[in-house]
């Protein structure tokens, strides 16, 4: 499956930003599906997933109850809503993909990434 996230930028803390991440290849919407980001300076971190069918979800602590993960399997897209983002969400943002089994909540467990898309959010 190849990726391709979009929808980065700069934003005000606060505002909103919705990131998306396209898949095509075969059977693209049969993948459970991550966001990962990677702030300058730091490790990269798993911040959210989604399974193939969107029923299960999880949330990495850093963002649980302000960004939320969905998906548009008849576009082959998965989403990441930023609701009141912060500084310290600036990052560069990758979509990652994987089919093992169950939704995993760690990078390491995906196959697939596609480039990264910047946020930036200031103050």
């Known amino acids: 499956v190849q990726l391709q996230a979009s929808g980065g930028g700069q934003v005000q803390a606060g505002d909103s930003l919705r990131l998306s991440c396209a898949a095509s290849?075969?059977?693209?919407?049969?993948?459970?599906m991550g966001w990962s980001r990677q702030a300058p300076g730091k490790e990269r971190e798993f911040v959210a997933g989604i399974s193939w069918d969107g029923g299960s979800t999880y949330y990495g602590r850093s963002v649980k109850g302000r960004f939320t993960v969905s998906r548009d399997n008849a576009k082959n897209t998965v989403y990441l809503q930023m609701n009141s983002p912060k500084p310290e969400d600036t990052a560069v943002y990758y979509c990652?993909?994987?089919?093992?089994?169950?939704?995993?909540?760690?990078?390491?467990?995906?196959?697939?990434w596609g480039q990264g898309t910047l946020v930036t959010v200031s103050s």
């Open positions: 990652a993909a994987q089919r093992k089994g169950g939704l995993q909540v760690r990078e390491s467990q995906y196959d697939s």
């Open positions: 290849g075969r059977a693209a919407s049969s993948y459970d």
